[in-house]
């Protein structure tokens, strides 16, 4: 069974400071972790993905996110915040095969203040 | 490329009623995942649709059922709505070779109030 944690549901940073949303996960498997955005009232979209490859993973918008197996975590951090990145962030792990349940965390929301 | 679409929007029932919601897939995508978005929450996985067979099922009763049809688009059921079920669906679409995970392109939901 999988699982991920996020620390903070509620996170905020000043436009160009840096952007830190912290994740744990739990696997039985080899795991393959996501992060996901979510803006008001629409579906996700996915910012990066680990998928046992290189452990430093980058994703859009300037978003990159880095494996830790010693530490079960795979944080998501951006250097400088823009106002443009205030939205809700989910942390998602499957399992590396088998049938494609995706197991989300319960969502960071993130703001930004000017 | 045409995304992921649902429909309707926007939906509000009554408690005992019935729903159905619908979804098209990503084109070139066979594999039809369905997740519940309560406020506040990270959605919850409910099934999944492989080749118009369910492939996988979360925790949910089986007054939750769906479909898939040949061109892969697929359908959420509801029966007996409660108050618990007022929430965002999602619908996420991928391409399932068999091997490992390939990513899930979501829909923008279907917001179900139960009055």
């Known amino acids: 069974a999988q699982s991920v944690t996020q620390l903070g549901s509620h996170v905020s940073v000043s436009e160009g400071a840096l952007v830190l949303l912290r994740c744990n996960y739990s696997s039985s498997v080899p795991p393959y972790l996501f992060w996901y955005v979510q803006y008001p009232n629409q579906g996700l979209q996915l910012l990066l993905k680990y998928t046992s490859a290189a452990t430093l993973v980058k994703g859009i918008n300037g978003f990159e996110a880095e494996f830790k197996k010693s530490e079960t975590s795979f944080h998501l951090t951006k250097p400088s915040a823009h106002m443009s990145d205030a939205a809700e962030y989910f942390c998602?792990?499957?399992?590396?095969?088998?049938?494609?349940?995706?197991?989300f965390g319960t969502g960071t929301k993130l703001q930004v203040i000017p | 490329e045409t995304g992921v679409t649902q429909s309707p929007t926007h939906l509000i029932k009554t408690r005992g009623q019935q729903v159905t919601l619908r979804c098209s897939s990503q084109?070139?995508?066979?594999?039809v995942s369905w997740y519940q978005q309560a406020l506040g929450q990270g959605p919850q996985f409910i099934f999944q649709y492989y080749r118009e067979e369910e492939n996988g099922r979360g925790n949910f009763p089986p007054r939750f059922s769906g479909l898939q049809f040949p061109n892969y688009s697929s359908e959420l059921n509801v029966n007996a709505l409660e108050l618990d079920d007022s929430a965002l669906y999602l619908c996420?679409?991928?391409?399932?070779?068999?091997?490992?995970?390939?990513?899930?392109?979501f829909g923008p939901g279907t917001r179900l109030t139960v009055l």
């Open positions: 996420a679409s991928s391409s399932n070779t068999g091997g490992p995970m390939n990513e899930q392109f």
């Open positions: 998602a792990v499957s399992a590396l095969r088998g049938y494609q349940k995706v197991t």
């Open positions: 084109s070139g995508h066979n594999t």
